[in-house]
């Protein structure tokens, strides 16, 4: 076994025989690419509490109506289908209610909200350009996050707190030399501390790539573009 085949592209397909089993992971999937797909309504102009509405109604139909049983790997990314699958839902949210109302009538349990998402939308840039803006944010925070409770098992939550920044982002002479006092540590020490756990921030981002990826061609693909959109971040 591959380490392609755990990922979400196999449990898109593996749900088409079992659907009840592979939804928690379909709704982990979902959670996964509610930012870009909340960026996207916002870029196509709907206010913010309607887009929260048809970022909830896309992602309960997806489920309900099983949008995953039409997915093919060999066609592509599997955001790219999703946000095909996205635009075919709001032309017909437009074309049926011309504006979907606040609630609409319905209640949606399987996704929480968090209205943070809506900061960091520039709604000024192109809907498909956000899209992937808040994919690739969505990957990094991830990793990010993981390699925060990494940190904070191995008993250096400290030292990660103290230089996180500098992860995505490199800091000059005097940032690394207040951290350095603040840790109590020597300059080249917490420098390699640093380089390390760049590195291991790179692993991680890497294994969420991976996650809707096949085989290692779309892999290096998608880090590819995730490079484009983060730069150095990515790196």
């Not at 709907?46 to 109604?57: G, I, M």
Request: with cysteine.
């Amino acid at each position: 076994m591959t380490r392609f085949d755990t990922t979400h592209w196999s449990i898109v397909l593996r749900a088409r025989g079992s659907a009840d089993a592979a939804r928690p992971a379909l709704e982990t999937l979902c959670r996964t690419y509610r930012p870009p797909v909340l960026a996207y309504i916002r870029g196509r102009g709907y206010p913010p509490e309607a887009a929260e509405d048809l970022a909830q109604a896309f992602f309960t139909r997806f489920l309900e109506h099983a949008y995953h049983a039409d997915a093919d790997p060999d066609r592509g990314r599997f955001r790219a289908f999703l946000l095909t699958a996205l635009k075919r839902f709001l032309i017909n949210s437009d074309m049926e209610n011309h504006a979907l109302k606040r609630g609409g009538g319905l209640h949606f349990d399987a996704l929480s909200t968090n209205t943070s998402d809506i900061a960091m939308i520039d709604v000024r840039a192109a809907p498909d350009v956000e899209f992937e803006r808040n994919w690739a944010m969505t990957i990094l925070d991830t990793a990010l996050r993981r390699l925060r409770a990494e940190a904070e098992q191995a008993g250096k939550l400290n030292l990660f707190e103290h230089v996180h920044e500098f992860l995505t982002e490199r800091p000059d002479d005097a940032e690394y030399e207040q951290a350095a006092n603040a840790l109590g540590m020597r300059r080249n020490t917490l420098a390699v501390a640093v380089h390390r756990m760049r590195h291991r921030l790179r692993e991680l981002v890497r294994e969420e790539v991976a996650q809707t990826t096949l085989d290692r061609d779309q892999l290096d693909a998608e880090l590819s573009g995730l490079h484009n959109v983060l730069g150095a971040a990515a790196q």
